[in-house]
Structures are given as structure tokens and as C-alpha cells.
């Protein structure tokens, strides 16, 4: 079945260390996107990349860095950098370039905890 | 700048009551889309519905319904005839040509049903 997966579901991490949460499609998509998710606050974009080995800084890029090396992978490394990284962290991907037609399907998502 | 705004936070009824979700956007931009999306307990959001700017008509599918009104910005969603798996929290979101793919999510309506 096509689909995003994502993993781990939950990640436990100590402060000062980096982590790296994976994402991947097989839905043949080329734009990928990473959310981060806090209670009562909604949806809240990372990055996105449209097209491989290209991405862009989304509304809460600080802490956070990506990488497009393949179309069906958009990992995002969580930095020490980031002062709150306990989150929700949600990707999704879409199917066109440039199209605010298309909807955005989501994987299952990884909770990610700062001890 | 582009808001989706989703006044109520939480919200319970009992089985088979209708209800409704409300959702304002902002927008500059002349085409648009507009989305709704359910987040079950598990995480993973679902796409419900993308309605476009130029299309005002009512949607029905099923028990769930949608009103876009763009004199008032709103899209709100209806369920009739409420059920226990109808619990989640439900996101509207918007998506501009101005801001190409990304969307603007409203911070949820989290919907409990009781039996």
C-alpha cells in the first residue's frame, strides 16, 4: 500500500543531544514537508522541500535541519540548538511542484521527549 | 498575511446530536483552497475535503457536510447524527497561490462524543 511512514513513534532523547526522526514515501510525491505539533496550537511548518537536494525554511526552521537526497526520504535532525524539541513531529508529502491545489497527506507521526 | 482561525477549542456532545465546527480564514489572495482535516487518537490527520475559491456550493458526504461562505471567510463543517468514532480533534486549513504549497492550519476543534 502507498503511504508515509515515519519512525520511530517515540523518541526519547537527552538534553544536548541531536536526533534524527526519518521520513519516507512511496507515494511517488515530489514535495515533502515536516510539522511540528504542540498542544492547542495547530500545525506549525519546519521545512519543505518541493524537489530533491532542494529545501525551504518554514515558519520554525531555528534548531531544526533536513536533507532531500532522495525523492521518497525527508529526514529532520532535531539540534541541540532547538530549546524545546518536546513535540509531535508530523510529515507529509504532496504531489506537485508549485500547486496550492493538492492536499498534503500525513504519516503517523513521532513524539519526541526530552528527558 | 493568511489565518485560519477555529474560535472553539473543545467541544462535546452526546451520540446522534449534530454539530458543528466553525473556521475563518484570512486571505489576500483571490484563489484559494480551503481543507479540513481529522486527527484520530492514533495522530495521523485524514484528509476530509478541499473545497476551492470559486466554488461556493455545499458539500454533502454521508453524515458530514460543508459550508463555504466567502462574504462571511468561514467553511464550516457539520456532522449529523454524531458517533463515538466521530472523536477527534479536526483542523481546517488554507492554502493560497500566493504561499504556493504550504498551508495555514487553525489550531483544532477537538470534538468528544459521548455515548
Known amino acids: 500500500d502507498g503511504g508515509i511512514t515515519q519512525s520511530p513513534k517515540y523518541l526519547f532523547r537527552k538534553e544536548g543531544q541531536n536526533v534524527t526522526l526519518s521520513c519516507e514515501q512511496n507515494?511517488?510525491?515530489?514535495?515533502m514537508y515536516w510539522y511540528r505539533q504542540d498542544p492547542g496550537q495547530g500545525l506549525r511548518l519546519i521545512y519543505y522541500?518541493?524537489?530533491?537536494?532542494?529545501?525551504q525554511k518554514g515558519d520554525i526552521a531555528e534548531g531544526y535541519s533536513v536533507s532531500r537526497e532522495k525523492k521518497e526520504s525527508f529526514p529532520l535532525t532535531v539540534t541541540s540548538a532547538q530549546k524545546n524539541p518536546t513535540a509531535f513531529y508530523l510529515c507529509?508529502?504532496?504531489?506537485?511542484?508549485?500547486?496550492?491545489?493538492?492536499?498534503?497527506?500525513f504519516g503517523p507521526g513521532t513524539r519526541l521527549t526530552v528527558l | 498575511a493568511q489565518k485560519v482561525t477555529q474560535a472553539q477549542t473543545e467541544i462535546s456532545v452526546v451520540e446522534k446530536e449534530d454539530v458543528t465546527l466553525d473556521c475563518v480564514y484570512e486571505?489576500?489572495?483571490?484563489?484559494?483552497?480551503l481543507f479540513w482535516y481529522k486527527q484520530p487518537p492514533s495522530g495521523e490527520l485524514v484528509f476530509l475535503i478541499r473545497?476551492?475559491?470559486?466554488?461556493?456550493q455545499n458539500e454533502i458526504s454521508g453524515r458530514y457536510s460543508w459550508n463555504f461562505q466567502k462574504s462571511t471567510s468561514s467553511f464550516n463543517f457539520t456532522i449529523t447524527a454524531s458517533q463515538v468514532v466521530d472523536s477527534a480533534v479536526y483542523f481546517c486549513?488554507?492554502?493560497?497561490?500566493?504561499?504556493?504549497?504550504?498551508?495555514?492550519f487553525g489550531p483544532g476543534t477537538r470534538l468528544s462524543v459521548l455515548p
Open positions: 507529509a508529502s504532496s504531489i506537485a511542484v508549485a500547486s496550492s491545489y493538492n492536499e498534503q497527506f
Open positions: 507515494l511517488n510525491h515530489d514535495a
Open positions: 522541500s518541493q524537489i530533491v537536494n532542494d529545501f
Open positions: 486571505t489576500r489572495d483571490t484563489t484559494y483552497y
Open positions: 473545497r476551492n475559491s470559486f466554488d461556493e
Open positions: 486549513a488554507l492554502s493560497a497561490t500566493l504561499y504556493g504549497q504550504n498551508f495555514v
